[in-house]
């Protein structure tokens, strides 16, 4: 799976392996994927399946709402001033956020302990550092964090 620095490149990525990714796809209905195309070079193109634009929102909604069931607040994680404090960071570039939010979640998961417990339980033991990649992705896809934290965007 690509690093979030490929995610800083190419957004659209993370929406083709979120798909791919089956501790994420378990948040999806079939009405969340599309096919698309996307050009692999050489003038060749490949239909992929990638979740839609209009699903993101949908998505990290589940996922935030089935963390906090296993006892992990994603949401205050990223919102709360007390912890990653996204509002207040909105100065700093889009790839840069991105990167510091995922080296975040993952330095909030080596805390052990309940934390990933819930995480494990939520995306599964193996797959937990490479969706919380994916999920701090798809959460800068048409600024969906910044309106789940409520954020003040000045004009």
Excluded at 25 to 45: C, H, K, L, P
Excluded at 118 to 128: D, H, Q, S, V
């Amino acid at each position: 799976m690509p690093s979030i620095t490929d995610y800083e490149n190419n957004i659209n990525q993370a929406l083709i392996d979120a798909v791919a990714e089956p501790s994420i796809r378990e948040f999806m209905d079939e009405s969340d994927v599309e096919i698309i195309a996307i050009d692999i070079g050489d003038g060749m193109q490949a239909q992929v399946e990638a979740l839609t634009g209009d699903s993101v929102r949908k998505i990290i909604e589940r996922i935030i709402g089935k963390s906090q069931k296993a006892g992990v607040d994603m949401k205050n994680w990223i919102c709360s001033e007390d912890e990653f404090n996204l509002c207040s960071k909105l100065g700093t570039s889009v790839g840069e956020l991105m990167r510091n939010l995922d080296c975040f979640l993952k330095q909030k998961a080596a805390q052990g302990g309940l934390i990933l417990v819930g995480l494990a339980t939520l995306f599964g033991a193996a797959a937990w550092g490479v969706a919380l990649t994916i999920f701090g992705a798809l959460g800068f896809v048409n600024n969906h964090f910044i309106e789940l934290c409520g954020c003040n965007v000045s004009a």
